[in-house]
């Protein structure tokens, strides 16, 4: 059973970092692409940033410059280092893996930028 487990969301205030994580149980791992989304409250689910299986990345343009996504295949992990926090960051972040017509989603951890 493919599982998505994320992790080291908190409370941060505004201009800290905070480094998420997200571990799969997903033997086929380095094929996927893989993907972090947030969702606030009220708000849709917006994709953050993308890492395809040859580490090309994609990021909003709302995140760019301060946030990275990166991958370990060794470990079936990909993580969100997310700098230079605000406010308006805070929301559930969620991981995503894709692979063709297959789709997995984590349970989502919350992130709260505040003073």
């Known amino acids: 059973q493919v599982q998505l487990v994320e992790s080291g969301g908190g409370l941060v205030q505004p201009g800290g970092s905070l480094r998420l994580s997200c571990a799969a149980s997903?033997?086929?791992?380095?094929?996927?692409?893989m993907k972090w989304y947030r969702q606030a409250p009220g708000n849709q689910r917006e994709l953050v940033a993308t890492?395809?299986?040859?580490?090309?990345?994609n990021y909003a343009d709302s995140v760019k410059g301060r946030f990275t996504i990166s991958r370990d295949n060794a470990k079936s992990t990909v993580y969100l280092q997310m700098n230079s926090l605000k406010p308006e960051d805070t929301a559930v972040y969620y991981c995503?893996?894709?692979?063709?017509?297959?789709?997995?989603w984590g349970q989502g951890t919350q992130v709260t930028v505040s003073s």
């Open positions: 890492i395809t299986s040859g580490r090309t990345t």
């Open positions: 995503n893996a894709a692979r063709y017509l297959y789709t997995y």
């Open positions: 997903i033997s086929f791992f380095s094929d996927c692409v």
